[in-house]
């Protein structure tokens, strides 16, 4: 059967890519632990399969339901996140070309860019993704090849209007590559409002779990993705089959985790609110924030990420991070499970010094689906 973009999400979540096998009727894809295909006779390939590095069964099953959920034409699975972001620059980028890059973002697709990248000669430009003319004046007519975005930015969670940067990338003959590990494809659609990429963390809210790392990229057009499909099995970064098979069963409750984180983000919005010792509050659900009404027009949702800052400045969010008991002080993010971090010391330690460098009071919540009383007597015990 196949699983047109007019289903519903919770149904392509479910049956995209999950074809019952053919062998035995099992309703879940079988785990392909095998690295290489009998093939009938040479080059007699059966359904394409001959090296599990360029194809594996529960990978593809993976890529399947990637596409279908972002409503893309193919999907791509890595073995992590910065893995199908170094395979998608190299895919399109050469020494010389210029990629204009968000002033707020995951510290490592920064020191990506600027340690790894940019000595194979690849420059960025940071820009605020909050202020499109900005982002224009940064791209590099002839030189920028993508426009990179997040939204919401981590851990900031700043908010840029994908359609608009769509029009202004495409103005100036470059694409929109949108990391929407944030938001999820149950809250937001990258692709449907104008852009030429998406990526994820499926370690992330894909997962679900904080059981598997993993990566991904989506597109719609037929040449780009033969570029990407090129570049991942020539790079070879790919989702073993047991992690494939991890992320696929994760997306199945993707939708209904969704609802939950951002049921219980909400209250620990407005807890922090009133809370005396919290001097802003970073989430995009809250009405103040100056991205607000962008992200009510393009999110289903707000999302179970939720950034703040306090008084008494680094050694007070030290104190609270090493203080809370039901949030768990970890980085990463998106698992069914609370996590407290200090992001300048931990996740975005690597921007320390450059523009993207984030505030040294600030913590951010990655608020899991447990009982939200809990949540919240945890995080009043944590910041007394």
Not at 48 to 75: K, M
Request: glycine share 10%; proline share 5%.
């Amino acid at each position: 059967m196949t699983y047109e973009h007019s289903y519903g999400f919770e149904t392509l979540a479910i049956h995209a890519g999950n074809e019952p096998d053919p062998t035995t009727g099992s309703v879940v894809p079988p785990i392909y632990a095998t690295s290489t295909y009998k093939q009938d006779g040479v080059g007699g390939l059966r359904n394409g399969y001959e090296y599990s590095r360029s194809a594996n069964p529960t990978r593809t099953a993976l890529e399947e339901c990637l596409a279908a959920i972002e409503a893309g034409t193919r999907g791509f699975a890595f073995a992590s996140g910065l893995a199908a972001e170094d395979t998608l620059i190299r895919s399109l980028c050469v020494p010389g070309d210029h990629v204009v890059f968000p002033d707020d973002a995951y510290g490592g697709t920064f020191r990506l860019f600027s340690k790894v990248l940019g000595n194979w000669g690849v420059e960025m430009t940071p820009a605020a993704v909050t202020h499109p003319e900005a982002i224009r004046a940064a791209i590099r007519p002839g030189k920028t090849k993508i426009v990179w975005l997040e939204t919401p930015t981590n851990p900031l969670l700043n908010v840029a209007d994908i359609a608009i940067v769509a029009q202004i990338a495409h103005d100036a003959g470059a694409l929109l590559v949108v990391d929407n590990t944030f938001a999820s494809p149950y809250l937001q659609q990258p692709l449907e409002l104008g852009a030429d990429v998406v990526v994820h963390s499926t370690t992330k809210y894909m997962g679900g779990h904080s059981d598997v790392v993993g990566g991904a990229l989506i597109v719609r057009d037929a040449e780009l993705a033969d570029k990407i499909a090129f570049h991942q099995n020539a790079i070879g970064a790919v989702a073993g089959p047991f992690d494939a098979w991890l992320v696929l069963r994760g997306i199945k409750t993707l939708g209904v985790r969704m609802d939950r984180h951002s049921d219980n983000a909400e209250k620990v919005v407005e807890f922090l609110q009133r809370h005396k010792g919290v001097t802003s509050v970073l989430y995009p659900g809250v009405d103040g924030h100056p991205g607000h009404e962008t992200a009510a027009k393009q999110m289903k949702r707000f999302g179970g990420i939720v950034s703040f800052r306090v008084t008494g400045g680094e050694q007070h969010a030290l104190d609270i991070c090493n203080k809370a008991e039901v949030f768990t002080l970890g980085e990463s993010l998106g698992g069914v499970e609370s996590l407290i971090e200090h992001p300048g010391k931990m996740t975005h330690a690597s921007v320390a010094g450059t523009p993207l460098e984030v505030p040294a009071d600030l913590i951010r919540l990655s608020v899991g689906i447990e009982t939200i009383d809990d949540l919240l007597a945890d995080l009043d015990r944590a910041m007394s």
